[in-house]
């Protein structure tokens, strides 16, 4: 259960996200709906962002990560380390590189990443905080495995597929 009146959430020691954000990243939590911006929005420069956040909408977010693993990408606790009111736990997010990600073939194979978590519970055992940790690279470089399509380097395909003699 939920006490949205209090409830904070933090990825990686960030600022807090908004009530709306947090809403669906608990739900994104316990598997029924998702938010990539949520768990993928960074401060890297953007030669690093392999997805930039600030450009994609809820629904273009989804539609992403649908096209890239269309039999899902499933969410699961793997242990729990502590009792509550302050439990941590191990999860691990995965699926099968099935479908295009942003002009990168799939490669079939399974793309993972694994982190941890804190959630406190209030007596009632609602949930109240949530904070995760956790690589994004590990998921990006199964993602970015597969080899380029016209979609992410049209010029150097093209360059590529000419015949070398011909200017």
Same mark, same amino acid.
């Given at each position: 259960?939920? @006490?949205?009146?209090?409830?904070?959430?933090?990825?990686? *020691?960030? *600022?807090?996200?908004? *009530?709306?954000?947090?809403?669906?990243?608990?739900?994104? =939590?316990?598997?029924?709906?998702?938010?990539?911006? !949520?768990?993928?929005?960074?401060? =890297?420069?953007?030669?690093?962002?392999?997805?930039?956040?600030?450009?994609?909408?809820?629904?273009?977010?989804?539609?992403?990560?649908?096209? !890239?693993?269309?039999?899902?990408? !499933?969410?699961?606790?793997?242990?729990?380390?502590?009792?509550?009111?302050?439990?941590?736990?191990?999860?691990?997010?995965?699926?099968?590189?099935?479908?295009?990600?942003?002009?990168?073939?799939?490669?079939?194979?399974?793309?993972?990443?694994?982190?941890?978590?804190?959630?406190?519970?209030?007596?009632?055992?609602?949930?109240? @905080?949530?904070?995760?940790?956790?690589?994004?690279?590990?998921?990006?470089?199964?993602?970015?495995?597969?080899?380029?399509?016209?979609?992410?380097?049209?010029?150097?395909?093209?360059?590529?597929?000419?015949?070398?003699?011909?200017?």
């Amino acid at each position: 259960m939920i @006490y949205r009146k209090c409830l904070s959430i933090t990825k990686q *020691r960030k *600022r807090a996200l908004n *009530r709306r954000m947090m809403f669906f990243y608990l739900l994104f =939590l316990v598997g029924l709906l998702g938010t990539y911006n !949520a768990l993928l929005k960074n401060d =890297l420069p953007e030669v690093f962002k392999y997805y930039k956040a600030e450009e994609e909408s809820f629904e273009s977010s989804h539609d992403v990560f649908l096209s !890239a693993f269309p039999r899902g990408f !499933a969410w699961e606790v793997i242990s729990v380390h502590s009792e509550p009111p302050l439990i941590a736990f191990k999860f691990r997010h995965w699926g099968f590189f099935e479908g295009p990600y942003k002009g990168h073939a799939p490669t079939g194979e399974m793309v993972e990443f694994c982190g941890m978590g804190l959630l406190k519970v209030d007596e009632s055992l609602k949930a109240e @905080y949530v904070e995760l940790y956790f690589d994004p690279g590990e998921l990006f470089s199964g993602l970015l495995k597969g080899p380029a399509t016209s979609e992410s380097q049209p010029e150097q395909l093209e360059s590529s597929t000419r015949c070398p003699f011909q200017k």
